[in-house]
């Protein structure tokens, strides 16, 4: 049996027991050591895993990771995202579908010091699900404006799912960052724009009197209390931008400025908030380890076999246009996003996707960038869209409601996937210019 053979069922076989719900890092594990005791023997399988486990955790490139999901947690328990939305929220008063809007620009502020879009989902269905159903909001809008906008923290650095792309393509982490900032907040326009027309000719999205009552001091006092959530954001992406810090030490930065504003509003300095924030960064880092040692052993299986070598060079001696063999990756990423959970997707992948795609003449970053967004998208989509079903339990509403809601959203970020094809310099002007 060829290696390539070998390789092609080994993807098979972890396609299967991913389908079946098994746990990623599991399903790439015992692949991989199936694989490669085919390949090479159970002792060298055995060695080539304990090599792959050590230089996932030794590596200090790797700590950026539970520095980034601290600040995030920090962020979560310490009222920061309640601080955004409320502060937004009396900015925007008066404007058609201003709690919406609120909600979209909050996830977006929010996303700039928390890198979990299910924390973001889940904060902000409890905080903006209830003032719509009070404000005579259409509930799948609603719902769908939340699920939706929440996915931003996955674009809008410091994100988690950016430091595992790092990681998966051997690309920079502050570049990454960098590159989803202007597609973020483009994300956010567009979701405006159509929310603006929702509310004006839709009438999903009624003005409520109580908006009529903010002053301009009001909103004057409103943009002053964004400052602690603009400093940390300012601090840490600037710090990358220019130089001054490395990943590692922009994550510690915004880590220590996160928990000395979270003390300072009070929210942190509750009894065993703090406490609850590590134990919470401990679980996630443990469990996302699991899945980068997996995955790194996985993609060694796949380099011994030669699978993605051989996809390359066959896709580049191939006679078809690299736009619509990018336009194949984009709609394979979209059914496996639906199907199985975003990290194992991209996790399986990119090792073989991603130089393929570069050998074909794309930008890395901008290949990053896309994926990220289809990222958001399959977080929403049916039927295993893990944002969806983080909301509905956050709001008590059926997940029907939510991925009813989530559909005109979905097109949303469509355009943007097209914006970005057509204009790639919004994702890679920033990291091109990073000093």
């Not at 940390?232 to 710090?239: A, E, H, K, N, P």
């Amino acid at each position: 049996m060829s290696l390539t053979t070998i390789g092609v069922i080994g993807s098979v076989v972890l396609l299967v027991l991913l389908f079946c719900g098994l746990q990623m890092g599991i399903d790439f594990i015992l692949v991989g050591l199936a694989g490669l005791t085919a390949v090479i023997g159970f002792d060298a399988a055995g060695s080539l895993l304990g090599e792959t486990l050590y230089n996932a955790v030794a590596s200090p490139a790797f700590c950026v990771l539970p520095l980034f999901l601290l600040m995030g947690s920090f962020a979560s328990r310490g009222g920061f995202a309640r601080l955004a939305y409320e502060s937004v929220h009396t900015i925007l008063a008066r404007i058609p579908g201003a709690l919406a809007i609120a909600t979209t620009f909050g996830c977006a502020v929010f996303g700039s010091i928390c890198g979990s879009t299910i924390a973001t989902a889940t904060i902000f269905g409890h905080l903006a699900f209830p003032q719509m159903k009070r404000y005579g909001y259409n509930k799948r809008f609603a719902l769908g404006s939340i699920a939706c906008s929440g996915g931003f923290a996955a674009m809008i650095p410091p994100s988690g799912m950016f430091i595992l792309f790092a990681i998966f393509t051997d690309q920079s982490v502050g570049k990454l960052f960098l590159a989803g900032i202007l597609p973020g907040f483009l994300s956010a326009c567009v979701f405006t724009v159509y929310m603006l027309i929702m509310a004006k000719f839709g009438k999903m999205a009624p003005i409520h009197p109580d908006e009529y009552k903010v002053t301009f001091t009001d909103r004057v006092k409103a943009s002053f209390k964004l400052w602690p959530i603009l400093t940390l954001s300012f601090v840490v992406m600037g710090g990358i931008y220019t130089g001054i810090f490395t990943s590692n030490e922009a994550a510690s930065v915004g880590a220590i400025g996160t928990l000395i504003f979270g003390l300072a509003n009070g929210e942190l300095r509750k009894k065993g908030e703090i406490n609850k924030s590590l134990r919470e960064t401990a679980r996630s880092t443990a469990m996302l380890f699991i899945i980068i040692i997996a995955s790194m052993y996985f993609s060694r299986f796949l380099a011994i076999t030669r699978i993605p070598t051989e996809l390359a060079q066959f896709l580049v001696s191939w006679d078809v246009s690299p736009n619509l063999v990018f336009f194949a990756v984009i709609v394979v990423w979209m059914i496996l996003g639906m199907l199985i959970a975003q990290a194992a997707v991209f996790a399986m992948t990119l090792p073989i996707i991603f130089p393929v795609l570069v050998e074909l003449g794309f930008d890395p970053i901008w290949i990053c960038v896309i994926a990220m967004k289809l990222n958001e998208i399959a977080g929403v989509s049916p039927p295993v869209g893990i944002n969806s079903f983080a909301l509905a339990g956050a709001t008590n509403e059926r997940v029907t409601d939510v991925f009813a809601g989530t559909w005109p959203f979905i097109a949303c970020d469509m355009v943007v996937v097209l914006i970005l094809c057509f204009f790639p310099q919004i994702a890679t002007m920033l990291p091109n210019s990073m000093l």
